[in-house]
Nanobody
């Protein structure tokens, strides 16, 4: 099993910045990719940004140019720098890990991000 622990998040005004961090433990060597997803009330969980073992990144269109994912999957860490935050970014943000062999998903407990207008 893989455990993912997030830190960061909180309350910020529109236009502000926040940084989320995630550390993987347990059988973290099994990870092929790490990333961030978010879910707001009444909506499905959606991908925000991902990074693979070779450093390839992918972003949701809604956050391109504002968010930046960094980290080292082999080092079991991933961070999300969020700039120019908007009220619509308000959600619970979850760290995600993908198993390199089974493609199974691991999830952190989630951290709340609230952007006030």
């Amino acid at each position: 099993q893989v455990q993912l622990v997030e830190s960061g998040g909180g309350l910020v005004q529109a236009g502000g910045s926040l940084r989320l961090s995630c550390v993987a433990s347990g059988r973290a060597f099994s990870l092929n990719a790490m990333g961030w997803y978010r879910q707001s009330p009444g909506k499905e969980r959606e991908m925000v940004a991902t990074i693979t073992r070779d450093g390839t990144t992918n972003y949701a269109d809604s956050v391109k140019g504002r968010f930046a994912i960094s980290g080292d999957v082999t080092g079991h860490t991933a961070s999300l720098q969020m700039n120019s935050l908007k009220p619509e970014d308000t959600a619970v943000y979850y760290c995600h890990g993908e198993n390199r062999w089974t493609k199974g998903a691991y999830w952190g407990q989630g951290t709340q991000v609230t952007v006030s207008s």
